[in-house]
Each structure stands twice: as C-alpha cells, then as structure tokens.
Nanobody, 118 residues
C-alpha cells in the first residue's frame, strides 16, 4: 500500500490550497486517514483526521479554516486549507490506518511542502 500526496506549494497569506492523499495498491480497508504537519524546529502535530465512523478531528489552530474530506470510495482524502497563515507553513504528511489480510498498520505519505508567505 502506498499513500500518494499532491497539492502542496507556495501561497500568499489568506489564500487557499487543497492537498490530496490517495491510497493505492492491493485490497485493503481504510480505518482512519489524517493529515499531520511538521514545521522547522517543531514537533509533528495532527492537523485533521477522519474515520470510517464519520468522526472528524481538527487541531484547534485550524478549526474553521481547514476541512478534511473523503471521496465516496474511501480511497482518497483531501485537506482543503483556506485563510492560510504564515504559521501554517510546514511539511504536510498523510497518515492512514489500513487493514490488509495480515492485519492493520499505519502508513505514511512522502510529505508535501506548504509555504505561506506574509
């Protein structure tokens, strides 16, 4: 299983970006997908997550500005980021808990850079 991300880039403060994360390869069941970010010199933090139960969590810093969305096939998750701030600058990584025939595990994408200029 691979998590393939896209959509990062450079944007001015107040702008928007949409990240996508697609789970590819094999037969699997996705239990949870989420986005994390890590800024230089800081610890990685959860940005948003969505479970198959419908439960959604957002970090306080992004509530009201970011929206996590999944497609109906549950293979792709998007992170719609609006009203971006310079402090949102970080490497954003997709994470998923996936069940294969041999059991469940967490998988990570390669990360995508988001830079917000002031």
């Amino acid at each position: 299983v691979q998590l393939v991300e896209s959509g990062g880039g450079l944007v001015q403060a107040g702008g928007s970006l949409r990240l996508s994360c697609a789970a590819l390869g094999g037969v699997f069941k996705i239990n949870l997908m989420g986005w994390y970010r890590q800024a230089p010199g800081k610890q990685r933090e959860l940005v948003a997550s969505i479970a198959t139960t419908g439960s959604i969590n957002y970090a306080e810093a992004v509530k009201g500005r970011f929206t996590i969305i999944r497609d109906n096939a549950w293979n792709t998750v998007y992170l719609q980021m609006d009203s971006l701030k310079p402090e949102d600058t970080a490497v954003y990584s997709c994470n998923a808990n996936i069940t294969l025939a041999q059991g469940s595990n967490y998988y990570w994408g390669q990360g995508t850079q988001v830079t917000v200029s002031s």
